[in-house]
């Protein structure tokens, strides 16, 4: 159906009447609840891409500071010269550990964080991000999918609007003349298999989009596995930097 035609059947649908359009009251509302989890798996992937921006940041920042000894503590000695009362290894030592909750220190592994943060990033976007895209990108091919058989509706509406009308000539026309009009019964024989070819058509189109639309939401059940292993990598990063 050309633009047009689908304009002019939106006309016919807001008009009042007797007519009912065909709705899918199941694809409907499943393609809402899919349209509105999706938004919240856009905001979702776009906090966690700023959580991998800072994890990144936090490794080089965290990796920069202990790397670096830590400020001096000068005393004048007898020739009357500044001197650190702590040698520089002591201070890169200290700059290497980190005061743990219970007390004792804990080194960190400041030569490895660089390996480490690149291996959070690898592992943030193959078993997070990557499959999240994955679902988002398969919902978005829903929009035309949706689109396409809203056509195939209008197009067997605007069959069942034209057989309606006929319909009501003839009956018009036999209770005017007490007789059946042997033309339009012949245009009704031929408009009611039209109407019953758009039907099928529609309907194969809607139980297809059904399909698609709960396989779709089955998948959505893994989300909590991505989300898992979101947690999960945050932690192994953290816990591998410490030695």
């Avoid at 030592?93 to 804990?106: I, R």
């Avoid at 509706?153 to 007789?179: M, P, S, T, Y």
């Avoid at 012949?186 to 989009?209: M, P």
């Avoid at 059940?221 to 816990?239: C, D, E, I, P, T």
Wanted: net charge neutral.
């Amino acid at each position: 159906m050309g633009m047009f035609g689908r304009f002019r059947e939106k006309v016919h649908e807001a008009a009042p009447g007797r007519f009912n359009p065909t709705t899918s009251d199941r694809i409907d509302k499943m393609y809402k609840e899919v349209h509105d989890f999706a938004q919240t798996l856009k905001e979702c992937e776009k906090q966690i891409k700023q959580l991998e921006i800072a994890s990144v940041a936090v490794f080089r920042a965290t990796g920069d500071a202990l790397s670096r000894p830590l400020p001096h503590v000068y005393q004048v000695d007898a020739q009357g010269n500044a001197q650190p009362l702590v040698p520089q290894d002591e201070l890169r030592q200290q700059a290497a550990t980190t005061m743990g909750t219970a007390g004792p220190q804990s080194s960190v592994r400041v030569q490895d964080l660089a390996t480490i943060s690149q291996k959070h990033t690898n592992d943030l976007e193959q078993n997070v991000l990557e499959p999240l895209r994955a679902w988002i990108k398969e919902y978005r091919t829903f929009k035309d999918r949706m689109s396409l058989l809203d056509n195939k509706r209008l197009e067997f509406d605007a069959e069942r609007r034209a057989f309606h009308k006929l319909e009501i000539k003839g009956v018009h026309h036999k209770q005017a003349n007490d007789a059946v009009d042997p033309e339009i019964a012949g245009r009704l024989e031929g408009k009611s298999g039209d109407v019953a070819a758009k039907r099928n058509v529609y309907n194969a189109h809607e139980q297809e989009l059904y399909n698609g639309l709960a396989a779709l939401i089955n998948d959505a059940k893994n989300v909590r596995v991505y989300l898992a292993s979101l947690m999960r990598a945050q932690s192994q990063a953290f816990g591998a930097a410490l030695g």
